[in-house]
Structure formats: C-alpha cells, structure tokens
C-alpha cells in the first residue's frame, strides 16, 4: 500500500485536502547530482542501466516533498526497440543517421516482441520501488506515436518538422503504418511497465501543437486514443499534449484519468474546454521558476485558485529547464504543500 497516495486520489476526482505536485523532467539538469552522473555516462547508458535509472529518478525525491516520482528514461527508447538507431549527439540532441522516409524502411520496423527489448527499463522499475518503499507513486510514460514520427522522419530534432509533415501528407500510408507501428509497441510497452509496478501512465505528445487541429485528430489522437482505450482498464492514464488546447475537448472524452496542460491556456479556459469533469494538471510557465521565490509561491496559490484544489495536479507546463535554480525548485513545491494553511 502507498503511503502517501493523494496523487492517485487526484487522478481518481476524490476530493483531498490540496492538490498533489511533481514536476515534468524532475529528475534533471537543473539538478548538481544529475550533473555529477551525466559527466560520467553518456544519456542512453543512463537510460540502460537500470541502477543509474533508478538514482536518477529518485534524486529529486530526496531533496523534495514531492507526491510522485516518474521514472527516468526517453521517449526514443521505443524506437530503439523497434531497430531504429537512435544517438544523442552532443550540442544537437536526437541524432538519427538513417531517418525514415520510405514505405519500405517503415515495413521493415521490428514490432512483434519489441517490448522485449526494453527489459533495462522493466528492471529500472523494479529497483525504483525499492528505493521509494512505497511512500509515493511511480510513474510510467511514453512519447505519443505522432511525437515519435517526428523524430524519427526528420532524424533530429525541428523548430517546425516540416520534413515529418512532408512524409504524412504526400506518403500517408507510410506515415500511418508508422504511427500503428508505434502505437502497437507502446501498448506493449506501457502494459509491461504497469505490470512492473507503475501507479500510473503518461503519454507525452510534445509536438502536437504543429498541427492543425484536423491533422491532429488523423495523424495524433486517433493513435493516443488507442492507446488510452488499452490502458485505461490497468491503470490511471495521462494525457499531455503541448500547444493542443483546441483537442482538450475529444480528449476530455475518452478514458484518460487526467490531461496535461501547458502555460498557454489558462485554467479558466482549461476547464472550459474540457466540460469541468476530468483532473487537470499543469500548467506552470517553467521559466517562471527564474521569478524570485515570493513571487513563484504567489503564483503557485494563484494558480490552485485559479484550477481549484479537486481534480487537480500541480504541475508546469512543461519540463523543467536546466537553468532553474534548485531553491526555486523547491520553493514551487513548498508552495503547493503550504497552500490552504
């Protein structure tokens, strides 16, 4: 049994006494002690050797009270797993050699018992939990299919992914055996990190805001969606998708226990959009944490008022930047703990 579980409550509507928070890439740069280890490892040996995930994951955990830890890993290790051949390449990011820009290179992708290769992350869990002693949640995540074609069509990371939205719409039916792909592996994927231990789920669709909201309902949700449809009976399922508030409404629909919001849409406008029925979490601007410590904790409360203290989960609108100073860091969860006293 976990003993601090307001984060699972939230997710589940309960009413609690104030909201739960963590911090999407917690477990970070902005951290000296996952510095200390990155001088040492290169990022994918990190992601691969499960006792370094594992320490990675829990380094915020000891220096905050926060109310979940999420496991330290990649999007990319799906297609990783799937035999696409992806580097971190210093000063640039995701590096891929070869990117995908045919129907036959897609053909070739390995999917049947790709998850099997990921069995350095199903060990990374197991020793988490060790660490954690059932204090706090563990979350599980993976990239949406349509944030893993970027990628993996443009070969590195875009300002805009024009090459990615090139091969959808003059090779569709390349780009969506590709998303299929994706999304078969991460259902296996993800299903074999709750059996792991996992609390929870999110899926991270970071570039679906490139996209129209028509594309998006063909090249992004509908894969997302399968993906919620499979997982929603396991487990409590995450939705973040950056730049999408026009897709809140669909996806307030489905199965998700809860979706992500980034610091563009307001929490007014969030619940709006989203009928005022699921859990929201977000939706903190990340460089707001640079704002002196007064005026974050202010903002902090603010921001609670603004969502409410029910189905809701304190979070930023995006990931931690690696300039934040740790204090501020600390200061932006201490701010949800002293919230209502």
Not at 276 to 288: E, K, W
Request: charged letters at 25%.
């Amino acid at each position: 049994m976990i003993k601090n579980d307001l984060y699972l409550r939230a997710l589940r509507g309960e009413t609690v006494e104030r909201p739960p928070v963590w911090m999407m890439r917690q477990a970070g740069r902005y951290l000296p002690e996952f510095i200390a280890l990155r001088d040492q490892y290169d990022f994918f040996t990190r992601c691969q050797t499960p006792e370094l995930a594992a320490e990675i994951t829990v380094q915020p955990i000891r220096r905050f009270p926060l109310d979940a830890a999420i496991l330290f890993s990649d999007i990319l290790v799906v297609p990783q797993a799937m035999g696409i051949d992806f580097k971190m390449k210093e000063s640039v990011g995701p590096w891929l050699d070869t990117p995908i820009r045919s129907l036959e290179q897609v053909q070739n992708l390995q999917v049947e018992g790709a998850e099997e290769n990921l069995k350095y992350v199903y060990d990374a869990i197991d020793i988490t939990l060790q660490k954690l002693e059932n204090e706090i949640p563990l979350i599980g995540f993976a990239g949406s299919p349509w944030t893993l074609l970027c990628y993996c069509v443009e070969g590195k990371g875009s300002k805009s992914f024009d090459i990615a939205k090139s091969f959808c719409f003059t090779q569709p039916e390349a780009a969506h055996l590709l998303l299929q792909k994706i999304t078969d592996v991460t259902i296996a994927y993800l299903k074999r990190k709750v059996q792991s231990g996992v609390s929870a789920v999110q899926i991270f669709d970071s570039w679906g805001g490139m996209l129209s909201p028509v594309d998006y309902q063909e090249f992004s949700w509908q894969y997302i969606n399968q993906i919620v449809e499979a997982l929603a009976e396991e487990t409590e399922v995450i939705v973040f998708g950056k730049g999408c508030w026009f897709a809140l409404n669909d996806m307030a629909k489905s199965k998700a226990s809860a979706l992500g919001v980034d610091w563009t849409c307001s929490p007014r406008n969030a619940r709006y959009l989203t009928g005022g029925d699921i859990t929201l979490q977000g939706n903190f601007d990340p460089s707001r944490l640079l704002s002196p410590i007064p005026t974050i904790k202010k903002m902090v409360h603010e921001m609670i008022d603004e969502f409410g203290k029910d189905k809701y989960i304190v979070n930023l609108g995006h990931g931690i930047l690696p300039n934040i100073p740790v204090d501020h860091a600390k200061a932006f969860v201490e701010a949800v703990k002293e919230y209502g006293q």
